[in-house]
């Protein structure tokens, strides 16, 4: 049986997520539910200059999905969702 990780999003994400247009959205949301099984999915990278707490993440397209696991409890956090030309000014 293979384990399934719970997804939390943080306030600020949800915000930015439906800002996004539908299709891009929906393919989103299908990318976050993969992660749910996999959370290191094709593609997916670890983040230069995280230090303390390594931060990954996962393209969809011109969109990226930046998140923090947690093995011990089979946790995601979603930190950000945003476009690739912004969403790395935060971090």
């Known amino acids: 049986m293979t384990k399934k ?21 929906n393919q ?3 990318k976050v539910g993969q992660l ?18 390594p931060l990954y993440r996962v393209r969809c397209g011109d969109y990226r999905i930046v998140y923090v696991v ?6 995601i956090l979603i930190l950000e969702i945003g476009h690739r030309s912004t969403i790395y000014r935060n971090f």
């Open 5 to 25: 990780y719970k997804i939390e999003f943080n306030k600020k994400c949800l915000k930015d997520l439906k800002k996004i247009p539908p299709v891009f959205r």
């Open 70 to 75: 947690n093995d011990d409890v089979l946790l």
């Open 36 to 53: 749910a099984g996999n959370p290191r999915l094709e593609g997916f990278k670890k983040l230069q200059g995280s230090k303390k707490i």
């Open 28 to 30: 989103i949301q299908e």
